[in-house]
């Protein structure tokens, strides 16, 4: 049995975001409460493969802790080939599942042929769930997509890929060309997953949900097994807790000394988890995103955007701390 089966209905899943959800950003998500699942930020399978390239993406998007079981990687790519020998230095890491990136709209991705390039290419689309299964040797394999590239064919989309059997499915419910503009599709997220799960497989919702009340109410209303949640959990971290989360949106100043505080344990951990690796720049938008939405944030938002240390942000938010 695998984690995917044992997860409660509906269950919670973090959203993979590239240059955000990092390990040091799950452990701070976890240390509210942690989503029934996590994912790691997309990587490259071919820059996963490649020699000189193996290692810094290791250490740059792949570093997890335990406490972020289960934990899935995700990858993108476009070779069969070459996700076979990716899925198997991700099982060789210890992680809990592989989900295969079928719906970046980036244009170098779906130039490359990978991401929501797959919505015109079934075929492949299958070889490379399949090639994903036999690299991970029986971890489970996953996908992540939307709704369609130019136009809706997500009834379609889904049949072909319900074939290849992978254990879920995520739907984002929107279109390659569509941006955050337009609203996600919950409706047709719902016609998907009465095909989806008539084949035993799991179906994950996404797109634009608020808090966890509801992702609990989206579940119901569209029959979904799960929600994945992205951009809410940003500057939110205790987005999953939602006593914590309750607690804190009632209560103005007390939310206020919580982002301060929250935002220099995620600087210290950062430093700690990244040290050498990566920039300590990489944080600010975390800084950003935690500092914003009371009274005096622009002012201590632009004296951290200046932080090169996390000994730096420390001596700014303890002076914030300390009125
Ligand atoms: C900054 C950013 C980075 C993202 N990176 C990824 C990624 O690496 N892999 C992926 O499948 N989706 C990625 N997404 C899409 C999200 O996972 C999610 O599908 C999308 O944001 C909609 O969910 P939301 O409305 O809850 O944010 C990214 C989104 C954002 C905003």
Redesign the pocket.
């Known amino acids: 049995m695998n984690f995917w089966e044992k997860l409660p209905r509906p269950f919670f899943i973090l959203?993979?975001?590239?240059?955000?959800?990092d390990t040091a950003f799950r452990q701070i998500v976890c240390f509210y409460k942690k989503p029934d699942v996590l994912?790691t930020?997309?990587v490259s399978a071919d820059g996963l493969c490649h020699p000189s390239s193996q290692k810094r993406i290791i250490n740059y998007y792949l570093k997890f802790s335990q406490k972020e079981r289960p934990i899935v990687a995700?990858i993108?790519g476009a070779s069969p080939q070459v996700i076979f020998q990716a899925s198997k230095i991700i099982a060789s890491l210890g992680f809990d599942g592989i989900?295969i990136?079928m719906?970046?709209p980036d244009k170098k991705v779906v130039k490359n042929g990978g991401g929501a390039a797959l919505i015109l290419k079934p075929k492949l689309a299958r070889e490379l769930i399949l090639a994903a299964k036999e690299g991970g040797g029986g971890l489970p394999v996953s996908v992540?997509t939307r709704l369609g590239f130019n136009k809706n064919i997500v009834e379609k989309w889904v049949k072909e890929l319900v074939k290849a059997k992978p254990v879920a499915i995520?739907l984002?419910g929107?279109l390659q060309k569509e941006n955050?503009q337009t609203p996600?599709d919950w409706e047709s997220i719902a016609k998907a997953a009465k095909i989806v799960k008539k084949e035993k497989i799991i179906i994950i919702g996404?797109?634009?949900?608020k808090d966890i009340s509801d992702a609990r109410k989206k579940a119901f209303q569209y029959g979904v097994d799960g929600v994945?949640?992205?951009?809410?959990?940003?500057g939110n971290p205790w987005f999953f807790d939602e006593k914590k989360y309750l607690i804190l949106t009632k209560d103005k100043e007390r939310m206020k000394r919580e982002k301060l505080k929250i935002a220099l344990k995620h600087a210290l951990l950062f430093e700690k988890t990244f040290k050498e690796i990566k920039p300590f720049c990489h944080l600010r938008k975390h800084l950003a995103a935690y500092i914003s939405d009371f009274a005096g944030a622009k002012e201590i938002r632009l004296k951290l955007m200046g932080a090169q240390n996390a000994t730096e942000v420390k001596k700014i938010i303890s002076f914030y701390l300390k009125r």
């Open positions: 959203a993979p975001m590239h240059e955000v959800t994912m930020e997309f995700q993108w989900d990136n719906g970046c992540k995520t984002h929107r955050y996600a996404n797109g634009d949900v994945m949640i992205g951009r809410g959990v940003l």
